[in-house]
């Protein structure tokens, strides 16, 4: 389980959260809506432990970020623009990243996890600097896959996607959803929450001031409340 604790998040003058709690479950993905400035980056990052909270406490099964950081080692971080080496093929950077974390697959493994991500085997060899946003995004997730990653924190996924990327990512993270796989998804993409999201939290000025399942709002009534509640 991932768990916001009762975050608050003061940068000088700025309370970018204000006792912040929600818990993402495995196999659920959390779709966070906001407004620019309500501070969902800021969660992600404390997750990531990039930056430490002023008070409260972020775990990650059932342990504090703060008291044990290989726990880090369960999470993967996919951003809005995956940042990978241009001049090495996806198949050389998803060995080049996983080395980093400590795995050691062969290409066939590699390829396994590329085709996983939905990226077309076409595509494995040729250079990064040609792929487009939706193809590096896929090799960020097959990254994340190969990691063995039990949550995978997103900020921005769908931004800049065209509609058959975006549909193909949905259906890659109701895939890693239902292989147990925990999302958190900063996201201000309404229709992707509603389609993608098992639980969405709308937050506004470091407060989650609405949660709901889903499965019990459409995407009108979700933007109805987004525009109601921000
Ligand atoms: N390093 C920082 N120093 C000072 N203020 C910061 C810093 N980082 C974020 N903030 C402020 O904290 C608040 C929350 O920012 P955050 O980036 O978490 O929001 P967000 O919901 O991710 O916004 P967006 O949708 O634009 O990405 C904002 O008011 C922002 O200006």
Not at 16 to 22: C, D, H, Q, R, Y
Not at 80 to 105: H, M, P, T
Not at 120 to 128: C, D, M, S, V
Request: charged share 20%; net charge neutral; with cysteine.
């Amino acid at each position: 389980m991932l768990e916001a604790k009762k975050l608050v998040m003061r940068y000088d003058e700025k309370l970018a959260l204000n006792e912040l709690s929600f818990s993402v479950a495995p196999g659920e993905i959390f779709c966070l809506l906001g407004q620019n400035g309500a501070g969902k980056t800021t969660t992600i990052n404390i997750f990531l432990g990039l930056i430490k909270p002023t008070f409260g406490d972020a775990l990650i099964n059932n342990t504090s970020i703060k008291e044990n950081h290989s726990i880090k080692n369960f999470i993967a971080y996919i951003p809005e623009i995956v940042q990978l080496y241009g001049n090495l093929s996806g198949l050389e950077n998803l060995d080049f990243f996983s080395r980093l974390a400590g795995f050691k697959y062969t290409e066939q493994e590699l390829s396994k996890y590329l085709n996983k991500a939905n990226l077309q085997p076409e595509a494995f060899k040729k250079k990064l600097n040609t792929y487009s946003k939706g193809m590096r995004q896929k090799v960020g997730i097959a990254i994340a896959l190969a990691k063995n990653a039990s949550y995978i924190l997103m900020d921005e996924p769908t931004s800049g996607l065209d509609p058959k990327a975006s549909v193909e990512f949905a259906t890659v993270c109701k895939e890693l959803s239902a292989n147990g796989v925990g999302i958190l998804m900063a996201t201000h993409d309404i229709f992707n929450a509603v389609n993608i999201g098992s639980k969405i939290g709308i937050m506004r000025e470091g407060t989650l001031v609405h949660q709901t399942e889903t499965s019990k709002i459409s995407a009108q009534e979700l933007q109805d409340l987004y525009i109601k509640t921000i």
